[in-house]
């Protein structure tokens, strides 16, 4: 069940979006070739290649920083932290107006689990006025929903909620529904059934009976019993001879004082059973 686990969950596994290094670049020619296997996933030899190409004297401090960059990439995927920190710093120091050497940063904190720290430098960064065409900016939304990760394997519910609305204007409903479950989760730890609601809500839609007859019964047993009725109701509506809601709908309706409306669905069920 959703609940049950919080290493289950989306924004505990989250990682940073991998730069693509696919796309038009604005680069000297003797650096496509590391581009060129970054993007095709050959790790070991972009490094070699990019390694050998450091020597260059005629590379300008923009363009060595591109390139150590791409090399901390390849250094982490590689599983080469100490290196690809390394990388990441002394591409910033030739170059500090980019992303590519950040998102490296970061990724190592989360693969660290260093949460805390991942939140401290991410907001230490400021996006640049306008991106270099080597460049790969992590997007607001991206950023939201890392700060969202940071937040939540610190279990700092409300700011993990701050920041998922922040990466998703829109509200729930244009989250993925991998972050729908999260903020499902959320709803509970922070004790908001109406959030609560409105997750199911999203997440039963064209799901079968049974798959939402268990995430409602989740508020049910919360307590939450207003919330799981007008969900109940609702696909009741899309399915008026399913007997199993029906009795879920009178039950609720029961317990929340909805006398005439349990009635009349009780004695639906009585002439059904009659004829």
Same mark, same amino acid.
């Given at each position: 069940?959703?609940?049950?686990? =919080?290493?289950?969950?989306?924004?505990?596994?989250?990682?940073?979006?991998?730069?693509?290094?696919?796309?038009?670049?604005?680069?000297?020619?003797?650096?496509?070739?590391?581009?060129?296997?970054?993007?095709?996933?050959?790790?070991?030899?972009?490094?070699?290649?990019?390694?050998?190409?450091?020597?260059?004297?005629? #590379?300008?401090?923009?363009?060595?920083?591109?390139?150590?960059?791409?090399?901390?990439?390849?250094?982490?995927?590689?599983?080469?932290?100490?290196v690809a920190r390394q990388m990441?710093?002394?591409?910033?120091?030739?170059?500090?107006?980019?992303?590519?050497?950040?998102?490296? =940063?970061?990724?190592?904190?989360?693969?660290e689990k260093d949460y805390r720290?991942?939140?401290?430098?991410?907001?230490?960064?400021?996006?640049?006025?306008?991106?270099?065409?080597?460049?790969?900016?992590?997007?607001?939304?991206?950023r939201h929903v890392l700060r969202?990760?940071?937040?939540?394997?610190?279990?700092?519910?409300?700011?993990?909620?701050?920041?998922?609305?922040?990466?998703?204007?829109?509200?729930?409903?244009?989250?993925?529904?991998?972050?729908?479950?999260?903020?499902?989760?959320?709803?509970?730890?922070?004790?908001?059934?109406?959030?609560?609601?409105?997750?199911?809500?999203? #997440?039963?839609?064209?799901?079968?009976?049974?798959?939402?007859?268990? #995430?409602?019964?989740?508020?049910?047993?919360?307590?939450?019993?207003?919330?799981?009725?007008?969900?109940?109701?609702?696909?009741?509506?899309?399915?008026?001879?399913?007997?199993?809601?029906?009795?879920?709908?009178?039950?609720?309706?029961?317990?929340?004082?909805?006398?005439?409306?349990?009635?009349?669905?009780?004695?639906?069920?009585?002439?059904?059973?009659?004829?």
């Amino acid at each position: 069940m959703l609940l049950h686990n =919080l290493e289950n969950s989306f924004l505990a596994s989250y990682r940073i979006p991998r730069p693509t290094y696919s796309g038009p670049r604005k680069l000297p020619a003797a650096l496509a070739p590391v581009w060129v296997e970054l993007r095709d996933g050959r790790t070991r030899p972009a490094f070699r290649i990019g390694y050998d190409l450091l020597r260059s004297k005629s #590379l300008s401090d923009e363009h060595r920083a591109a390139l150590l960059s791409a090399l901390a990439t390849a250094a982490f995927d590689n599983g080469m932290y100490k290196v690809a920190r390394q990388m990441a710093h002394d591409s910033l120091a030739l170059y500090s107006n980019q992303w590519l050497a950040h998102r490296t =940063l970061l990724s190592i904190y989360i693969a660290e689990k260093d949460y805390r720290a991942a939140a401290e430098h991410l907001k230490s960064v400021t996006p640049p006025a306008r991106s270099r065409g080597w460049d790969e900016p992590l997007t607001r939304t991206d950023r939201h929903v890392l700060r969202a990760a940071c937040a939540w394997m610190t279990k700092s519910w409300d700011q993990t909620a701050a920041q998922l609305l922040l990466a998703f204007p829109a509200g729930v409903a244009s989250m993925p529904p991998v972050l729908q479950e999260d903020w499902f989760r959320l709803a509970f730890y922070r004790e908001r059934p109406a959030d609560a609601e409105e997750a199911a809500r999203e #997440l039963i839609k064209n799901k079968s009976t049974d798959k939402a007859d268990v #995430l409602i019964q989740t508020l049910v047993r919360r307590g939450w019993h207003k919330e799981a009725l007008a969900l109940y109701r609702d696909i009741y509506d899309l399915d008026p001879t399913n007997e199993l809601l029906r009795r879920r709908v009178v039950g609720l309706c029961i317990r929340e004082g909805q006398v005439q409306e349990a009635r009349r669905l009780m004695e639906l069920g009585a002439l059904r059973l009659a004829s």
